[in-house]
């Protein structure tokens, strides 16, 4: 992607489907969700091939969970809304029969670390995948 780009080229882009995040992942749109980078496409395909084979179930994109709740400002009454998680993936894993939630990084970033730490310890029943792309 070129630095500058004049009007025409950033609508060529645009209607292209081609986007870069701001960590310089490719992203790919397929099926209806958008990918953050090719890794996370291609685990994409694998874990469809798995549910095909009778491996995995109930294979979800991009689940979000809460890891805090939304709460009110006792002094101004202002309300915040819940912080949630997305992750990459979720699935039930029928071999050990435990629902698994992948998370596909390249970079991991503090916030990142901070809400991996904080929904891990939320849903202790659930087993965290971290890979790494």
């Keep these: 992607m070129p630095e500058f780009m004049d009007i025409e080229q950033y609508h060529a882009l645009q209607a292209s489907g081609e986007t870069r995040s701001k960590y310089g992942n ?3 749109k397929a099926d209806g969700y958008t990918f953050d980078s090719k890794a996370e496409y291609r685990r994409y395909l694998e874990l469809k091939v798995l549910q095909r084979a ?13 890891v805090m ?4 400002v ?18 039930q894993d029928l071999e050990r029969m435990h629902h698994v ?14 809400k ?18």
Excluded: C, M, Q
């Design 116 to 133: 991996w730490d904080l929904v891990r310890v939320r849903y202790p029943k659930i087993r965290f995948v971290l890979v790494d792309a």
């Design 101 to 114: 939630v992948e998370d596909i990084k390249g970079k991991r970033t503090a916030l990142f670390n901070l």
């Design 69 to 72: 709740d939304a709460y009110t």
């Design 54 to 66: 009778g491996e995995i179930s109930r294979l979800e994109v991009h689940p979000a969970f809460i």
């Design 26 to 28: 490719k992203r790919v």
């Design 74 to 91: 006792p002094r101004t009454g202002e309300l915040v809304k819940a912080r949630k998680y997305v992750a990459d993936f979720g699935y």
